[in-house]
């Protein structure tokens, strides 16, 4: 890599995905889940009561890893799975109340700290990045367009 400003931009890609492992790590350590499983736990404290595929769908992740995900946090007691009242093939999530207490543990923001820079960013700002990158995946030779699915924290730490 000859051209300064190429390896400037490289820079500027570690320092996001140092800061995005260290916040993956400190709300690991705070409350003993993953940052993906964090972003679930806030998605439900806001939204109690959400479907699987309503869930999958704010979250930007494919459905099975929502749902896997959820097996895991259930599995811990931080998740409950409730049939609805109305129609019974309706599962509704909701937080238990040791979700909500490592919820309340867990370091700012829940939704980590890329969604939550992409949220702060101006529509015009966004949309130039999001062409930029676009270019940018178009110029690598082995890109896995399934990750495009998959909760960041499982692609960095």
Request: charged share 25%.
């Amino acid at each position: 890599m000859s051209r300064p400003l190429a390896r400037e931009t490289l820079k500027q890609f570690r320092i996001i995905i140092g800061a995005v492992r260290h916040h993956f790590r400190a709300l690991e350590s705070a409350c003993g889940v993953s940052g993906a499983q964090v972003w679930i736990l806030a998605a439900l404290a806001e939204n109690p009561g959400i479907t699987v595929s309503r869930l999958s769908e704010d979250l930007s992740v494919h459905i099975s890893t929502a749902s896997n995900m959820l097996d895991k946090l259930a599995k811990a007691g931080l998740v409950e799975r409730r049939r609805g009242e109305a129609d019974r093939r309706v599962v509704n999530l909701h937080l238990t109340e040791t979700g909500q207490a490592a919820l309340n543990r867990a370091p700012r923001p829940l939704t980590g700290l890329v969604p939550d820079a992409l949220d702060k960013m101006s529509d015009t700002a966004l949309a130039r990045l999001h062409e930029d990158l676009a270019l940018l995946i178009r110029q690598m030779n082995q890109v896995d367009l399934d990750a495009a699915e998959k909760p960041l924290s499982t692609l960095v730490v």
